[in-house]
Nanobody, 130 residues
Framework: QVQLVESGGGSVQAGGSLRLSCAAS??????MGWFRQAPGKQREGVAA????????RYVGSVAGRFTISQDNGKNMVYLQMNNLKPEDSAMYYC?????????????????????????WGQGTQVTVSS
């Protein structure tokens, strides 16, 4: 079973950037995603990437600002976050799933894809101040 460890969170001012990293052991799964959860809110899908990195998916609120990528050789998945806003503040989680996770995201959106991500990291906190 895949194990995931996130890093790279922190505190930044609005307009700043952060890059989150997710180390997957032993290897990256067929579909990798980043989710976030703010206090009192439901967990929200942010971005997903198919194995190989050719196809990516984003929630509308981060499209054009966030970029998900992966390095298969290093078994790493990244989330580059630019032009951060206070509403981006949340605990960010890396998740791994089968191809069905990404296909469901593509066809039905991240909320319905969430159950297909079977493995989760412990999370890394992102705080954006205005």
């Amino acid at each position: 079973q895949v194990q995931l460890v996130e890093s790279g969170g922190g505190s930044v001012q609005a307009g700043g950037s952060l890059r989150l990293s997710c180390a997957a052991s032993p290897v990256i799964d067929s579909c990798m995603g980043w989710f976030r959860q703010a206090p009192g809110k439901q967990r929200e899908g942010v971005a997903a990437i198919y194995a190989g990195g050719a196809r990516t998916r984003y929630v509308g609120s981060v499209a054009g600002r966030f970029t998900i990528s992966q390095d298969n050789g290093k078994n790493m998945v990244y989330l580059q976050m630019n032009n951060l806003k206070p509403e981006d503040s949340a605990m960010y989680y890396c998740a791994a799933g089968t191809l069905q996770a990404c296909n469901t995201w593509s066809s039905s959106g991240p909320d319905l894809a969430l159950p297909y991500f079977a493995t989760w990291g412990q999370g890394t906190q992102v705080t954006v101040s205005s």
